[in-house]
């Protein structure tokens, strides 16, 4: 007969409850056709795909953070897979030699290195949690309103990155169009800008989200940093030392002038993490399965002017400058 730990009984007890909880709130959540070919449930002002709906509200109260813990949270498509290739080359440069072949990132996908929360608990996975190494590195898509509470109690680090809107609405529209399963349709892609411009996309509005994250940035900047893809793009070397410095592992002199961190600007260039073989081949994920090569496709800052017209980004401007006005944000 087959036993369960404490934890494990108690994670599956809380899912159940979740799934219940679900259930009675399908006839009071708000639904929508999603940006792809899922659904979306709009649960606390914010959109979440239909699958990652009960697991959210799983870790919200299961997941137990410890001080040491980096959270990276991230609007989707906006850098994510990139950014956790960074922060892992960064926290790790001590145990693996950024330049050697048989370096991790060069061997695996980043997010086997850099696990999302809710892809652990979309496995059954909770055990996965205790018996990673410190500082753990474990991301998240969700507002920081929706972040568990042992997160924003415990101390531990938010790295928080978004995108140019524009940017991430056609990449996610790329991206949903390779993983899209044989027979489903895809949500028009007028339709689904109209939808975007009214607040839809996955784990936004998006703007909502971004607000979130910066305002908390403003008031506790020792606990979350908030970076933007483009300026990744436009400086990688100055940010990775800014990274290092905010996650407390800052590069010594003798690092500066050994070249440590051209080595791992080398080593985390997307054009050779594309090239990864696993990043190419192979899928992830439990409850809906992805395809690696979905996660690296262009990096391309204005990507969205060979598929929005100018009318249609004038929209998105405005919209953008409404929502975030006097905040300090701005794109």
Request: charged fraction near 25%.
């Given at each position: ?151 924003t109690d415990s101390g531990c680090k938010v790295v928080y990155l978004c995108r140019n809107p524009k ?165």
């Amino acid at each position: 007969m087959k036993t369960f730990s404490h934890d494990t009984q108690e994670s599956c007890n809380c899912l159940e409850k979740t799934n219940l909880q679900l259930q009675a709130m399908t006839s009071i959540i708000q639904t929508s056709k999603g940006l792809g070919f899922t659904p979306y449930y709009k649960y606390e002002n914010f959109w979440y795909p239909e699958h990652l709906l009960p697991v959210t509200l799983d870790m919200q109260a299961t997941f137990k953070a410890q001080p040491s813990d980096i959270i990276l949270a991230t609007m989707m498509k906006s850098g994510t897979t990139w950014l956790k290739a960074i922060i892992f080359a960064v926290v790790n440069r001590h145990l693996y030699t950024n330049t050697h072949k048989n370096h991790p990132l060069l061997k695996s996908s980043p997010h086997d290195c850099f696990p999302f929360i809710h892809s652990i608990y979309e496995k059954n996975n909770q055990n996965q949690l205790d018996s990673m190494p410190s500082p753990r590195l474990l991301a998240v898509h969700v507002p920081f309103s929706h972040l568990p509470a042992s997160i924003t109690d415990s101390g531990c680090k938010v790295v928080y990155l978004c995108r140019n809107p524009k940017d991430a609405f056609v990449s996610l529209r790329h991206y949903l169009e390779k993983m899209k399963p044989v027979g489903c349709e895809m949500t028009p892609f007028d339709k689904a800008f109209e939808m975007f411009c009214q607040g839809v996309f996955p784990f936004g509005p998006f703007w909502d989200q971004m607000l979130e994250y910066w305002t908390e940035s403003i008031k506790s900047p020792e606990k979350v940093l908030f970076l933007k893809y483009e300026d990744l793009k436009e400086d990688l070397a100055d940010n990775i030392k800014k990274l290092a410095e905010f996650l407390g592992c800052s590069f010594s002199a003798e690092e500066v002038k050994r070249g440590v961190v051209e080595e791992i600007v080398q080593l985390c260039d997307f054009e050779t993490m594309k090239n990864v073989k696993a990043n190419k081949e192979g899928e992830h994920g439990a409850l809906v399965r992805f395809k690696n090569s979905g996660f690296f496709r262009k990096g391309k800052i204005g990507d969205w002017k060979d598929h929005i017209t100018p009318d249609m980004a004038e929209r998105v401007d405005k919209i953008i400058e409404q929502k975030l006005l006097g905040s300090g944000l701005m794109f």
